[in-house]
């Protein structure tokens, strides 16, 4: 069965340091993948997406996403966090064909002055 | 233009009360989805629209009731909730209903039951 994984559920950075968050996803093909960002109390908003090609992602709001088939991850990396990066992200994969769309369950970010 | 939006912002509604949340898209989209969020936990799809039909319903009681009158609104209608309902309620659209396509999001609608 397909499965979205973030192991970890909170994490806190201080300002200006580089930030990782990891995905792991089980899939038997390789899926589309997806970071999203929520501010509290806000809808979804798609940071970046990763179909195919280049395996390095750009994304919005200085993010970047790297997609590695032999670790089955796509992990999120920003160089320097602003105090505003503070949110849930969340990981999530889309079938390569169908309409399955899962989302990992999420890691809370929180960025200390 | 990738903006999903979404009324009412906030709502309070009593147990026996009826009520509405409207989203709605201008992108073309031709898949909606409905998703109930709780705190600090990822989204729950509830209900899949594709062009306009009703193509999932995850097991959602039947005092959620979804409509889509039109390729671009999508209606959740409400009646006798619980205290349990209470939760964002997310609106998200994208391109066709296949797990390729992202989907967009609306702001949500907090819905408060008392």
């Known amino acids: 069965a397909q499965s979205v994984t973030q192991p970890d559920i909170h994490i806190t950075v201080s300002e200006g340091a580089s930030l990782e968050l990891r995905c792991n996803y089980s899939y038997g093909a390789t899926p589309y993948l997806f970071w999203y960002v929520q501010s509290p109390g806000q809808g979804l908003q798609l940071l970046l997406k990763y179909f195919s090609g280049d395996t390095l992602v750009q994304g919005i709001k200085g993010f970047e996403a790297e997609f590695k088939r032999s670790q089955s991850s796509f992990n999120l990396r920003k160089p320097s966090v602003h105090w505003s990066d503070a949110a849930e992200y969340f990981c999530?994969?889309?079938?390569?064909?169908?309409?399955?769309?899962?989302f990992g369950t999420g890691t809370s970010l929180t960025v200390i002055p | 233009d990738t903006e999903v939006t979404q009324t009412p912002k906030h709502l309070v509604m009593g147990m026996t009360n009826k009520k509405s949340l409207k989203c709605e898209q201008h992108m073309g989209h031709r898949a909606m989805y409905w998703y109930k969020q709780k705190a600090k936990k990822p989204p729950e799809l509830m209900f899949v629209?594709?062009?306009?039909?009703?193509?999932i319903n995850e097991s959602v009681p039947s005092r959620f009731s979804p409509e889509c009158p039109n390729s671009s609104l999508l209606n959740l209608h409400l009646h006798a909730l619980q205290p349990e309902d209470s939760a964002l309620y997310l609106c998200a659209s994208s391109q066709e209903f296949q797990g390729r396509h992202e989907q967009y999001f609306g702001p949500g609608t907090r819905l408060t039951v008392t």
């Open positions: 999530a994969v889309g079938a390569h064909t169908g309409n399955q769309f899962y």
């Open positions: 629209y594709s062009y306009e039909k009703l193509s």
